[in-house]
């Protein structure tokens, strides 16, 4: 049986950005506390009523340039969870297929009232993008082959619950390298907590440079797999390729494929992943036995410690996670903004315009804070009782 998951510990909050773009500009600190979180949101995804209203009022756009099955679906059930408003965005529906740009798009959006917009788009950078032209929280749901933040935190987190820690543990990261966003936010966000990475592949799916972020390279997935702690398949992402890699799909699954001969020179207590969807045949034999296997984000049941559909539940836990540290952050921010224009404006020469914005501010201050202050009340309050 895998190692109990430590219980969230209290920690100073350290999440104060408006948007999520990618795990490699996160810290250690920032990391922990979203891990932390989404430990307490356990105890509302057990409740017969899923809700809270952490994001009552606020307007979610998923803007999805790819197609997408479960990140889509589990953003869509998180937004809701908080009780947010949530407009999906259809590609073949849309001005796009008009030859609208990317930015015309987003600011129109944008225009009819939204305050976090969800992307996923097949150009790297298309979130940062975004977060640049943009009064909205951004979050990126894969950009390319850039990053895929939420899918490598979702990653983590299993880890971190089925092993009872991040630092020290050998992770294994095998297959599509080159192409894979999931696979450059799993490295930034293990190496920053503190895990030795390898990266395993054929040499054609392995970029040149890819040491430079701190990570072994192996090109024998048998020389390694046996001290391995945990292994995280990728997908091989034959629609980003454009050409072949390697020389067929059968020489691929004998020489990289998880299998069982494979998992019988593992170590017993192994921990395989794979973020989905799955090539079923290929990544991993359809005949796997192994004490914990959690198909993160596949359509059927996980295995995890023999507790189904928990890749679904921690996928829920980690986007809900986002949507109330940008609820928090953007209170913030509307706070401090209505206590400073009324000093400003009286520096700038207008004293009557400041007092009169000043107490108006103040009252709008206390007005809007107050539920806050109560959420945040209740939400410690939950999560003190869940570190008991």
């Known amino acids: 049986m895998p190692k109990r998951a430590r219980t969230a510990t209290k920690r100073k909050p350290a999440w104060t950005r408006r948007h999520l773009l990618g795990l ?22 057990t409740r017969s009523i899923k809700k809270v209203p952490a994001l009552r009022g606020k307007v979610v756009v998923l803007l999805f340039f790819e197609a997408s099955t479960r990140t889509a679906t589990s953003f869509n059930l998180a937004a809701k969870r908080l009780s947010a408003d949530v407009v999906s965005f259809s590609v073949s529906t849309s001005s796009v297929s008009k030859g609208e740009t990317l930015n015309d798009t987003a600011r129109n959006i944008e225009a009819m009232g939204v305050d976090i917009v969800v992307v996923r788009h097949s150009a790297p950078g298309a979130a940062l993008q975004l977060s640049r032209i943009l009064d909205a929280s951004v979050v990126n749901a894969g950009d390319g082959s850039h990053e895929h933040p939420t899918q490598g935190l ?28 999931v696979a450059r936010s799993n490295i930034w966000g293990l190496k920053k907590l503190g895990a030795d ?18 990570v072994e390279v192996s ?3 048998d020389a390694v797999l046996p001290e391995m702690d945990v292994v995280n398949i990728l997908r091989i992402q034959l629609e980003r390729q454009g050409r072949s890699m390697f020389p067929s799909i059968r020489e691929y699954a004998a020489l990289f494929g998880i299998n069982q001969d494979r998992l019988d020179r593992a170590k017993p207590d192994l921990l395989v992943l794979h973020p989905g969807p799955m090539n079923r045949g290929v990544e991993i034999t359809n005949r796997v036995e192994v004490p914990l296997v959690a198909f993160l984000g596949d359509t059927g049941p996980a295995k995890y410690s023999d507790l189904p559909h928990v890749a679904k539940a921690k996928a829920l836990l980690i986007e809900c996670t986002f949507f109330d540290a940008d609820h928090v952050h953007r209170a913030r921010a509307t706070t401090l903004a209505t206590a400073v224009i009324g000093p400003v404006l009286w ?3 207008f004293p009557p315009h400041g007092i009169l914005l000043g107490v108006l501010g103040g009252v709008v201050v206390i007005v809007k804070t107050i539920p806050d202050w109560h959420r945040k009340y209740k ?3 939950r999560r003190d009782s869940l570190d008991q």
């Open 154 to 181: 979702l990653d983590i987190f299993t880890i971190r619950e089925a092993k009872g820690r991040i630092k020290g543990l050998r992770v294994a990261i095998v297959g599509d390298i080159q192409y894979s966003r």
């Open 197 to 214: 990475v390898v990266v395993v592949g054929p040499a054609t799916l392995i970029p040149r440079d890819i040491r430079q972020l701190g």
């Open 219 to 221: 090109y024998d997935l």
């Open 24 to 45: 490699e500009e996160l810290s250690a600190e920032e990391l922990l506390a979203i891990l932390d979180t989404a430990e307490s949101f356990k105890e509302v995804s």
């Open 347 to 349: 520096a700038l020469g």
């Open 379 to 381: 939400s410690e309050e």
